[in-house]
């Protein structure tokens, strides 16, 4: 099993300019997130989804969508970047309790 | 809001010596209670967890302390090597409810260094 993969993993946007960072598992997890890392704030949950076609926000949600159309795939779009948006971004698939993270994406906004 | 409190911010222990890292949480109805450990460049990677249910669970070097009357909980390294040298996340969460056990909620994280 490669677990969670994400892709790029690194991303230099400039502000106005929209991208997808990609996330996918191969371990048929129904739960799947996407977490913010930054400097001294931990991790922060920005969407989450229990399943093909299901999804909600988290805490920081503003500026981002996700979709859910199959089991293995979760993308977050970014609409329009902003400099706030300078992060380390994490996707994550969850059974039993348990969350698998994958690599991160470094994603720096001019 | 910050719902997990984490202390210290960094750490500096010397090799063989014991490294505490403290957490608090607000939410009563948290149930599930994760130690993440983090290295440069990787994603964060469970290394031990407990439920409310019982007050110490150990995995090797690794303990975790669990106080319910206090909200609080804790790890323990016990003879801490170089290589345990990593940032080290709390969270909690609830594992009950269909969406719940997928929102975990973080500490600020903690820098270890551990001194040859």
């Known amino acids: 099993n490669a677990g969670v993969t994400q892709t790029p993993k690194f991303q230099v946007l400039k502000t106005g300019q929209s991208m997808t960072l990609q996330c996918a598992q191969d371990?048929?997890?129904?739960?799947m997130s996407w977490y913010r890392q930054d400097p001294g704030m931990g991790l922060r949950l920005i969407h989450y989804s229990v399943g093909a076609g299901i999804t909600d926000q988290g805490e920081v949600p503003n500026g981002y969508n996700v979709s859910r159309s199959t089991t293995e795939d979760f993308p977050l779009r970014l609409l329009s970047a902003a400099p706030s948006q300078t992060s380390v971004y994490f996707c994550a698939s969850r059974s039993r309790g348990q969350q698998f993270f994958g690599p991160g994406t470094r994603l720096t906004v001019l | 809001q910050q719902q997990v409190k984490q202390s210290p911010q960094s750490l500096i222990v010397q090799k063989g010596g014991i490294s505490i890292i403290n957490c608090a949480y607000e939410n009563t109805a948290f149930d599930y209670f994760p130690w993440y450990q983090q290295f440069p460049g990787k994603g964060p990677a469970l290394l031990i967890a407990?439920?409310?249910?019982?007050s110490e669970k150990k995995e090797g070097r690794f303990t975790i302390s669990f106080n319910k009357s206090a909200k609080q909980f804790s790890l323990h390294i016990m003879d801490s090597q170089p290589g345990d040298s990593a940032t080290y996340f709390c969270?909690?969460?609830?594992?009950?409810?269909?969406?719940?056990?997928?929102?975990?909620?973080f500490g600020e994280g903690t820098q270890l260094t551990v001194n040859p």
């Open positions: 407990i439920r409310p249910d019982v």
């Open positions: 371990m048929n997890h129904e739960y």
């Open positions: 969270a909690a969460s609830r594992l009950k409810g269909v969406a719940s056990g997928s929102r975990l909620t």
